[in-house]
């Protein structure tokens, strides 16, 4: 399948500081891409959809001033978490895909965030 | 609202039986349907993908069913092995979210030597 790199894996950074997470789609131009956070022992919850040259479309409940997605080639997708606290930190996810809703989505590896 | 539940949501099983894992979704209207796998701590791999217009996929151990108007997916996972315990996840993707990938809350299953 192909392949979505996600970077840092992992990530340690204190209060008030911001943090910029990047997704890449190595083989594939991804038209549409996700960001998800799970907190422990719970499922993927999307937190917005961000499609090539376009702003977000976020959730009910997340703050797009806070978790900031800029998705400006049809390659590279980042979330910045803006002035984080230690309630931010989780594990987010990126997905990616190209072309119609009904092609699989591919996920990267994951990013572990926390704060102190 | 388009959801997606996954039963059990654990499962202990001895090594070496079949077993099935659940997943069903609130609306029929859907593009494609994917299984994960999740261990602990590490992200996803992708285990199968059905098409809406697709009953089943089989690779290897794993053989995935979806049954569209009774809003159903089963994973199957035959001669199960201690290598095989993880978190697995079910995720749809409806046409009324414009194809976003909704999860279910996932299995956890253990596979005791």
């Known amino acids: 399948g192909a392949v979505v790199s996600q970077h840092p894996s992992r990530v340690i950074c204190k209060s008030g500081t911001s943090v910029k997470i990047e997704c890449r789609s190595l083989?594939?131009?991804?038209?549409?891409m996700f960001w998800y956070r799970q907190f422990p022992k719970q499922s993927l919850m999307l937190m917005a959809t961000?499609?090539?040259?376009?702003?977000?479309?976020?959730e009910q409940g997340v703050e797009k001033d806070k978790f900031l997605i800029n998705h400006a080639s049809l390659t590279l997708s980042t979330l910045t978490v803006t002035s984080a606290h230690p309630e931010d930190s989780s594990f987010y996810i990126c997905?990616?895909?190209?072309?119609?809703?009904?092609?699989?989505?591919?996920f990267g590896q994951g990013t572990r965030l926390t704060v102190v | 609202k388009q959801e997606v539940t996954q039963i059990p949501a654990a499962l202990s099983v001895p090594e070496g039986e079949n077993l099935v894992l659940n997943c069903s979704f609130t609306d029929s209207a859907i593009y494609n349907l994917q299984w994960f796998r999740q261990d602990p701590g590490k992200g996803l791999t992708s285990l199968l993908l059905i098409q809406s217009s697709q009953r089943e996929q089989t690779s290897g151990r794993l053989n995935a069913s979806l049954d569209k108007s009774s809003g159903r997916s089963t994973l199957y996972i035959a001669a199960s092995q201690p290598g095989d315990s993880a978190t697995y996840l079910c995720a749809v993707s409806f046409y009324n979210q414009g194809g976003k990938l909704i999860f279910g809350q996932g299995t956890e299953l253990s596979v005791k030597p």
């Open positions: 083989d594939f131009q991804a038209t549409t």
């Open positions: 997905s990616a895909r190209a072309g119609h809703p009904n092609t699989e989505a591919f």
């Open positions: 961000s499609n090539e040259g376009s702003k977000a479309t976020y």
